[in-house]
Nanobody, 124 residues
Framework: QVQLVESGGGLVQAGGSLRLSCAAS????????MGWFRQAPGKEREFVAAIDWSGHSPTYTNSVKGRFTISRENAKNTVYLQRNSLKPEDAAVYYC?????????????????WGQGTQVTVSS
């Protein structure tokens, strides 16, 4: 069982930056693909970004390309989502996710493990 805990959410002004962190339990963090999803009020959960176990070839949804960066630090069992140039439409609850299979994070969007979420509010 993998437990994920997100942190770093809060209120930020439009155009500003915010970095989210996701701390994972377990001793095999480096073997998991990691991802970030978000859900705004009244909308379906949306894929945001993913990174495989090697840290190469990160994937992003089109709306955040060039603004968001996903990274991981395996020694600390932590994955990050750096968000720059934030827009009001970026406001949502952000969820960290993990799975042994990269395809389940990126393609089928059904990872095995989810965090509880951290709320991000963007003021205009």
């Amino acid at each position: 069982q993998v437990q994920l805990v997100e942190s770093g959410g809060g209120l930020v002004q439009a155009g500003g930056s915010l970095r989210l962190s996701c701390a994972a339990s377990g001793r095999t963090f480096s073997s998991y693909a990691m991802g970030w999803f978000r859900q705004a009020p009244g909308k379906e959960r949306e894929f945001v970004a993913a990174i495989d176990w090697s840290g190469h070839s990160p994937t992003y949804t089109n709306s955040v390309k060039g603004r968001f960066t996903i990274s991981r630090e395996n020694a600390k069992n932590t994955v990050y989502l750096q968000r720059n140039s934030l827009k009001p439409e970026d406001a949502a609850v952000y969820y960290c996710a993990a799975d042994k299979q990269y395809s389940k994070v990126v393609y089928t969007r059904t990872p095995d493990y989810w965090g509880q979420g951290t709320q991000v509010t963007v003021s205009s």
